[in-house]
Every structure is written in C-alpha cells, then in structure tokens.
Nanobody, 125 residues
Framework: QVQLVESGGGLVQPGGSLRLSCVASGSILSIDVMGWYRQAPGKERELVATITSGGSTNYADSVKGRYTMSRDNAKKTLYLQMNDVKPEDTAVYYC???????????????????WGQGTLVTVSS
C-alpha cells in the first residue's frame, strides 16, 4: 500500500519558521509531481506549492519568497520550509503525490492521486 505521512506541524509565532516533512512509503518506483496544499477553517483546499521529479517548482503567490519546497527522491521525502509565517498561514497542510508508479507482484502499477492525512499549522502569538 502506498501512503503519504506528514509531520512537523504545530504552533508557531508570527514571523517564525516551521519545516514540514512528507514521507512516501510503499513499493514506490517513481513519483512525477509532489505538492503541498492547505485548507484553512471554513475555506476550500488550495495549492501551496508543487515540485516535479526534476526539481521544477511552482508556488502560490501568497507564499512566494517565504516558503521553500524541496524533495529527496532517494528518500521519497518532500519538505516545506516555511519562513516569516503569518496568521493567515494557519491551516491543515496536506501532502499530495501524482503520477505515482509502484510495484506489486512484479508488475508496475500506476496509482491514483495520493493524499496524506494532513498536519495542522497554527500561527499565533
């Protein structure tokens, strides 16, 4: 079974920093695109940033210059470095993986899009 597990959320003061991690587990052969999304209370889930297997990144305007995403393909881990956080960054942050190929019974299988369970980030003084 392929799954994503996020960690690193918590309470942080405005202007502070936090680092989120997302580990993909299972017999994964490759992942095309990974990303972070967030959902604030009473709002729809929105894109934070995405990164391709080649390292190309895309950030939401609201986090550009403050957040940095990276991935370690060998460790199947995605990171989100959050700097200069603001109260409006408060949300549940979800890890996402698309274009996942995994092995099962000697076969290469393409998985549907995968979501993690989410990790809560609260920015408050």
């Amino acid at each position: 079974q392929v799954q994503l597990v996020e960690s690193g959320g918590g309470l942080v003061q405005p202007g502070g920093s936090l680092r989120l991690s997302c580990v993909a587990s299972g017999s994964i052969l490759s992942i095309d695109v990974m990303g972070w999304y967030r959902q604030a209370p009473g709002k729809e889930r929105e894109l934070v940033a995405t990164i391709t297997s080649g390292g190309s990144t895309n950030y939401a305007d609201s986090v550009k210059g403050r957040y940095t995403m990276s991935r370690d393909n060998a460790k199947k881990t995605l990171y989100l470095q959050m700097n200069d956080v603001k109260p409006e960054d408060t949300a549940v942050y979800y890890c996402n993986a698309g274009g996942v190929i995994f092995s099962r019974g000697g076969m290469r299988i393409r998985s549907p899009e995968i979501w993690g369970q989410g990790t809560l980030v609260t920015v408050s003084s």
